[in-house]
C-alpha cells in the first residue's frame, strides 16, 4: 500500500492509503506523527470507493473531512466514467465518515 493522500485533522494526521494502480484495497490511518504508528480507521462503506483525496473544512472547526472517490473506471452506460462522451455524466462521488 502506498499513501494516496494525507492530511491534518482533529490534532492528527488522517492518511488513505491503497494501491498505487487505484485498484484493490483502501485503508483509512490516524497518525500521530513520527516516532507513532498508525492506527487503522473503521470506515462503513470505503470498499465502495476509491479513496484518492481529502479535504478538511476549517470553517467546521476540523469537526469533519471529506473523502474524494476517483471514479474513472466506475462503469456508467456501460462505459467507463472518465470515457463517456457526454462531460455532463462524467462526475466523482465522494462522502463523509461516520465519527
Known amino acids: 500500500m502506498v499513501c494516496r493522500d494525507i492530511a491534518w485533522y482533529g490534532g492528527t494526521y488522517t492518511i488513505i492509503a491503497g494501491s498505487y494502480h487505484g485498484g484493490g484495497h483502501f485503508r483509512l490511518y490516524r ?5 507513532a504508528s498508525p492506527e487503522g480507521l473503521r470506515v462503513d462503506r470505503l470498499e465502495d470507493y476509491h479513496p484518492e483525496g481529502l ?5 467546521r472547526g476540523l469537526r469533519e473531512f471529506q473523502v474524494l472517490s476517483d471514479d ?18 462524467r462526475a466523482f462521488r465522494s462522502f463523509w465518515p461516520a465519527p
Open 31 to 35: 497518525w500521530a506523527g513520527p516516532g
Open 55 to 59: 479535504v478538511v473544512y476549517p470553517d
Open 72 to 89: 474513472g473506471t466506475l462503469r456508467i452506460d456501460d462505459c467507463p466514467c472518465k470515457a463517456l462522451n457526454d462531460l455532463n455524466k
